[in-house]
């Protein structure tokens, strides 16, 4: 069974830093990896979407990467801002999605 | 475009009773799945349906079931409440391309207490 694991749990910066948020998990044989922001009591908003076939995907300051082969992702924020301050969850795709149980992260102004 | 649509936002149930929530997927998209989402937890799968048909299934109870409607519209039905089913119902919606999955967007959710 796929087991996905986030690191940190939590996170506290302040505001302007560069972050790394670290999912890893233990079956390579996905089909995509899906990173997606919760803000407390609501759903999930897709950040990005990393097809097995591709290494890294870029979209405004985050950039997620991908390495199957050691069963990594990572999600790369930069220049973060207060508006950051959510939940990221990490998906992996195979018949279903695995979730992490999320890094909470907090900007501080 | 609505994106997905999620009824109720909010529910309170008592235990022992039965609950129906409700779930639009993206136009175009034609596979739903349902999520439970216990506090400061990720989300479990519970189900997915495709062509009016239970696809996969997680771990869930007898007591978990669905729908599809011809319009790929879906509900999830939830016999016998327990405390423990209190969680926000997370519901996905994507398009099937056979076996490379595209994009998922989930729902705002249905945040369910069980009193």
């Known amino acids: 069974k796929q087991e996905v694991t986030q690191i940190p749990a939590a996170l506290s910066v302040p505001e302007g830093e560069n972050l790394v948020l670290n999912c890893s998990f233990t079956d390579s044989a996905i089909y995509n990896l899906q990173w997606f922001r919760q803000d407390p009591g609501k759903g999930l908003t897709s950040l990005l979407l990393i097809q097995s076939s591709q290494r890294e995907q870029t979209s405004g300051r985050l950039n997620a990467s991908l390495d199957k082969s050691s069963g990594r992702s990572t999600l790369y924020i930069a220049a973060s801002q207060p508006g950051d301050s959510a939940t990221y969850l990490c998906a992996a795709t195979g018949n279903q999605f695995y979730f992490g149980t999320g890094t909470s992260l907090t900007v501080i102004p | 475009d609505a994106g997905v649509t999620q009824s109720p936002t909010h529910l309170i149930k008592t235990r022992g009773q039965q609950v129906t929530l409700r779930c639009s997927p993206k136009s175009g998209h034609d596979t739903v799945s349902w999520y439970q989402q216990a506090l400061g937890q990720g989300p479990q799968f519970i189900f997915q349906?495709?062509?009016?048909?239970?696809?996969q299934r997680g771990n869930f109870p007898d007591r978990f079931s669905g729908h599809q409607f011809p319009n790929y519209s879906s509900e999830l039905n939830v016999n016998a409440l327990l405390l423990g089913d209190s969680a926000l119902y997370l519901c996905a919606s994507s398009e099937d391309r056979g076996v490379v999955w595209t994009e998922a967007f989930f729902g705002q959710g249905t945040r369910l207490t069980v009193v």
């Open positions: 349906y495709y062509e009016e048909e239970e696809r």
